[in-house]
């Protein structure tokens, strides 16, 4: 962890909305000189900040127009167990997150895929098929994306 201070946390912003941003770009819209502003880059980075830069790709765009969240109960419990479907679903292609839980589901999944019937394909050949130790497993289609963003809420940063 290191400590952010405003240009960085800036900086986060403007890479966070737009990662193909030259330094160049950045630094004069923050009134920076280019060598200072690439080094704070290089700092955040370094620190693991930034972990990589990626193209967000529109899944409509591409035909993957269903949406499901999943919550899974695992049918044994412990570690084993536990770290054999963490290993199992993160080979998953389908699988863009996972999350332990608290409450009353021991995971959730977010899965996307092109439509219901290729849904249908991954519960059964993939999922039910591969992964151990499923107890029960809920689905939870999506209907309407009322909002996804990749951007982190640093205004609390500054």
Known sequence: MIDLDKIDTKILQ?????ASRSTTDIAEHLSLS???????IKRLQ?????RK???LIDREAIGMDLVAFITINLSQAGRKSMASFETEVSSLEEVMECYTMTGAWDYMLKIV????????????DQLLAKVP???????HIAVTEIKNT???????QL
Do not use: M
């Open 150 to 156: 990749t951007q982190l809420p640093l205004k609390s």
């Open 53 to 55: 830069t990626v193209s």
């Open 14 to 18: 403007l890479l966070q909305k737009d």
């Open 133 to 139: 130790n499923i107890g029960e497993i809920h689905s």
């Open 34 to 40: 280019q060598s200072p502003c690439w080094r704070r």
């Open 113 to 124: 895929v092109k439509d219901i019937r290729q849904y249908e394909t991954f519960i059964r």
């Open 46 to 50: 370094d620190a693991g900040l930034i």
